[in-house]
């Protein structure tokens, strides 16, 4: 077993009541305004934003430390069309087929449909892959841990890091998402966890009016004291 070794946590920083406050109101505004967009304009972005983003993704709280994650990062048109035609495929399926009643009753305040022009349209489409397992050098796997956890935790950095840079994004789940590991080459032990879709919104753009309601603090939350 390597024994552990500790540094001062010198990167920490504490706040004056008002100022930790002011803090937590102006965070809770800048989110707020998020909103999940599909209207996306063709407008280029600067790749080192999004590298910037996918580093503040890659700083998650994750399982022993193992960082079970993978982003792909597409911008080559040609790459875009065949993820929105084998998207389409799966999509047509799901709309025609395979989702219940249920499901189809849900999204249809979201105005949702298997057409996906967005995947096409925008500049950036981040794959994102849990690592299942590690491979080390002879061959052998690494166990993972809390892979799902670590990488929603991720996903939910980078979405938020992309908006506080001024680009909006879209989670998109075509299910499955197979077609992801062939069209961009990921071995077997990544799954395709969610497709983000980034850029400027189109000029113009709208966004679901049902989706503006967020729940009140007392229903999304329980202070016990
Ligand atoms: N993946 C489909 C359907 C869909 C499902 C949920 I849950 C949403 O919140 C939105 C869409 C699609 O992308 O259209």
Redesign the pocket.
Known sequence: MPKPTFVPYSTYKEYPPDEMAERARAFHQLVARRRTVREFSDRPVSREVVEKALLAAGTAPNGANLQPWHFVVVSRPELKRRIREAAEAE?RE?YERRAPREWLEA?AP?G?DPQKPFLERAPYLIAIFERRYGIRPDGTRIKHYYVTESVGIATGILITALHHAGLATLT????PMGFLNELLGRPDNERPFLLLVTGFPEEGARVPEAALRKKPLGEIATFVE
């Open positions: 999509e799901f999204l979201l949702t998109h789940t075509p299910s």
